[in-house]
């Protein structure tokens, strides 16, 4: 007998597919949470019509899930990735948290990372690419906002998540796995949001990042969002079940968002990226303004120490740039908003 999640997902794409017009394969993704109860559904889903899962997985150390107040167990993330890359072979991508309170390199983060290289690593492949995307479920990767550190100088965490990013990499590129880049967003509270202008979860990496931000069809409240306002929503799934139940949603607040503040989101998200920030992609949230013209004459001494690197087809990180890009960016959303004005 059919669930009932599955049976409103496969009447909800029904909907979907009657009133507008889906390519071929276009992608459907769905939000997993890997309790067993998800895993014994997930053939389901794939029969409702779901071509992709993103599995949050989070961590693969048992008091770790504990901090975070998840519902799943380690052996149960297991078993979940398990099912899901036999039942959608190429299409599962996972949520890793990094440089959580307490991490070191060798005890959580490489080791997470080593223990699911064969998941790929692009997250929600169409979605990133700008394709057509379906979204369902209810995500963690909405229109957060995380702290950005107020002083340039490196705490030891932060020197540790440095140092997992280039492990990180290193692992990528010798596994041949897709990654578009290694994020790590510090907060100088456990796990907090302010208002500065970024688009990930803080404390939170994304096997790639949401560097085009062009609009997708998404079903829930919080699922993958590329729209024009900023989210935060409850940081766990009890809290985000027991506000759905009792307002609705999870959302606990939301700003609207001007162009200036998408386009300084994509200077975030895309400087991740190895392609970085591409004139192309900016025209779209700022027509009548170039990268090129935003910043030439203004990086100095971050060109001159070969952290970025500007040119007629945009701006990019340089390797010694990416690990150091927390630190950067606020010096470039300066140069931004000060030239907006």
Request: charged share 20%; net charge neutral; with cysteine.
């Amino acid at each position: 007998m059919e669930s009932d999640v599955a049976y409103v997902f496969r009447k909800v794409l029904k909907a979907i597919q009657s009133k507008a017009h889906l390519l071929e394969g276009a992608e459907v993704s769905l939000e997993v949470n890997p309790t067993s109860l998800e895993t014994q559904t997930l053939r389901e889903f794939r029969e409702a019509g779901i071509n992709r899962v993103s599995i949050g997985v989070q961590s693969l150390h048992a008091a770790t899930l504990k901090l975070l107040n998840r519902d799943h167990s380690v052996k149960e993330a297991k078993n979940c990735l398990q099912a899901a890359q036999n039942l959608f072979p190429g299409r599962v991508s996972i949520d890793l948290m990094f440089g959580l309170p307490h991490h070191n390199t060798e005890r959580y983060e490489v080791s997470n990372f080593a223990c699911n290289q064969s998941a790929e690593s692009i997250h929600n492949k169409g979605y990133w690419q700008g394709q057509q995307y379906i979204g369902i479920g209810p995500g963690a990767h909405s229109r957060v906002v995380p702290q950005v550190w107020k002083s340039a100088e490196k705490t030891t965490k932060q020197r540790d998540a440095d140092h997992v990013g280039r492990i990180v990499k290193d692992i990528s590129v010798k596994s041949d796995i897709r990654s578009n880049t290694s994020s790590f967003h510090s907060s100088t509270n456990e796990i907090a949001v302010s208002k500065n202008n970024n688009n990930m979860t803080c404390l939170t990496h994304v096997p790639a990042a949401k560097h085009r931000s062009e609009d997708s069809l998404c079903i829930s409240t919080v699922a993958h969002h590329v729209i024009r306002e900023a989210r935060i929503n409850a940081s766990d799934p009890a809290s985000w079940l027991q506000e759905t139940l009792k307002k609705g949603n999870g959302i606990r607040k939301t700003e609207p968002q001007t162009r200036l503040v998408v386009a300084s989101e994509y200077l975030a998200s895309g400087l991740r990226t190895r392609k970085g920030v591409t004139a192309e992609q900016w025209g779209v949230f700022l027509p009548h303004l170039s990268p090129e013209e935003v910043f030439v004459g203004e990086l100095g001494w971050l060109e001159d120490a070969g952290l970025v690197h500007l040119s007629p087809e945009g701006l990019r990180a340089t390797e010694e740039g990416l690990v150091l890009l927390d630190a950067i960016l606020p010096h470039l959303y300066n140069i931004l908003y000060d030239h907006s004005r």
